[in-house]
């Protein structure tokens, strides 16, 4: 990413930033009413209602998480790729270890960019500065799905 592209993911990071959980709960939240049969890849929230998790401490924490991530991934924007791929390779193990599939990935990228464009009111040129530092994030973690998968 040019400097200019990383400038404009930071400075629209900010809006979501502010607020990190309920901007990871409001990304979850519409992940699981989007796709719903992804929730039950969750065997701590999978019994639960989009309402009781919008309040559950635990889920609160997990989409804090996310939130961490992220934010830690675009404050690296500004090094070498080096410490973005060690960020998204662990994403990647975790979640293949839980056997989380690169279809739940991807419905989990069309909604953070759907979250992203509206809350934080997009134009088409952010939108696709933001999908291309998702593309790039994504090719880590499916080149260690992939990886893993052949080590299986």
Known sequence: MNSDEVYEIKR???????TPTESGVAILI?????????????????????DELKNNP???????????VFDDSIKTLD???????EIWTKIAQSHFNRQI??????????VILEVLVAACNLNDQQ??????????????????IDQLEQDV
């Open 101 to 110: 599939e690169k279809q739940s990935f991807n419905e989990l990228k069309e």
């Open 79 to 85: 090094d070498n790729c080096s410490h973005l791929e």
């Open 12 to 18: 629209t990071w900010e809006i979501p930033a502010t």
């Open 30 to 50: 519409r992940f699981f009413t989007k796709y719903p049969s992804n929730l039950q890849k969750f065997s701590t929230f999978k019994d639960m209602t989009l």
């Open 127 to 144: 939108t696709e500065i933001w999908l291309k530092l998702l593309d790039f994030v994504y090719e880590i973690i499916f080149k260690t």
């Open 58 to 68: 635990r889920f609160k924490a997990h989409a804090n998480r996310i939130m961490k």
